[in-house]
């Protein structure tokens, strides 16, 4: 089966300055005053702008290594992770640039590093730089939370039917507890319950039972996971109005902080980072700027 690199579905809007109000323009505004080069040209492509500061983007592209992969903390000369590599790939849809060549590398990369099993885990190479624990490779927590997010990944960018993705599927299932818990950090399992979905279609057995235990766990999340939730529900089809959606939605909107921005969970250390996110899912979800 041909791999081709889709073009993910973000939903766009028209940013002029004085019309957009409320949780919008104090996030653009916030943006703009904080964020750097590649977070405003990042800004840029979420609001549905398709022009970008070449120079910006080939100083990510650059950053790539030879095997497709990016390297840990993006620095150039130290191995690739699949952690940054997934952090790229986020970057470069924001930019608008799924189709470029970059991405199709990228792809390929993800291909090469599936497990026997159908599974995706951390590089063991980045061990000796210490990494965080939700980054330590080789455990069954890293394996089911990486591929829950790889395969979401694939499924954005048009790969959802490739055999990859049916043997991430399969490993999935076979490390979902009986009350549709994915193995691993919570992102797992909404990654996999949108997984489910967009493979298998959401009025599945399996997509309902792995959103079940997604609504279960509530919403009571850090802007970062929220955000992530509804990026994963929205990309899988789900609905603005759907109950889970629509409470997501509303905690989100609640944790803006005056200044515009979304705080981060560990105390402030990438506030731009998690802002891009929110405004990417309420965005890609249509919800109302006003």
Same mark, same amino acid.
């Given at each position: ?6 073009? /993910? ?19 653009? &505004? ?39 992969? =990016? ?7 130290? !191995? ?27 792809? &390929? ?19 000796? =730089?210490?990494? !965080?624990?939700? +980054?330590? !490779? ?12 790889? &395969? ?25 507890? /009986? ?5 691993? =950090? ?5 990654? /996999? ?44 089809? =789900? ?15 609640? +944790? ?6 979304? !705080?981060?969970?560990?105390?402030? &250390? ?11 899912? +309420? ?8």
């Amino acid at each position: 089966m041909a791999r081709s690199s889709g073009q /993910g579905a973000v939903s766009s809007v028209t940013y002029r300055r004085g019309v957009m109000s409320t949780y919008l323009s104090r996030a653009v &505004a916030y943006v703009e005053q904080h964020g750097s080069e590649l977070e405003r040209a990042r800004l840029r492509g979420i609001l549905g702008q398709r022009r970008h500061d070449p120079r910006v983007v080939r100083t990510l592209v650059s950053r790539q290594n030879d095997d497709g992969g =990016f390297p840990y903390d993006l620095l150039p000369g130290r !191995p690739s992770s699949l952690h940054y590599t997934l952090t790229a790939l986020a970057w470069l849809r924001d930019v608008r640039l799924t189709a470029s060549a970059a991405v199709t590398r990228l792809i &390929a990369y993800l291909f090469t590093i599936q497990r026997p099993d159908g599974s995706w885990d951390e590089n063991p190479a980045v061990v000796k =730089f210490e990494p !965080p624990g939700h +980054l330590q !490779p080789g455990t069954p927590r890293s394996r089911g939370t990486f591929t829950a997010a790889t &395969a979401f990944w694939l499924c954005v960018l048009g790969q959802r039917a490739d055999q990859s993705v049916l043997r991430a599927c399969q490993y999935l299932r076979a490390h979902t507890d /009986g009350e549709g818990r994915i193995e691993g =950090f919570p992102s797992a399992t909404w990654a /996999g319950a949108a997984v489910f979905a967009m493979a298998s279609g959401r009025d599945a057995e399996e997509t309902r039972s792995v959103l079940g235990a997604v609504q279960a766990m509530g919403v009571n999340w850090p802007a970062a996971d929220l955000a992530g939730l509804l990026e994963c529900v929205g990309a899988a089809g =789900f609905p603005a109005g759907h109950a889970l959606v629509h409470a997501a939605s509303a905690r989100l909107l609640s +944790l803006q902080q005056d200044d515009g921005g979304w !705080p981060s969970a560990d105390g402030g &250390a990438h506030p731009v980072e998690v802002t891009l996110q929110a405004l990417r899912a +309420l965005l890609l979800l249509g919800v109302s700027a006003v």
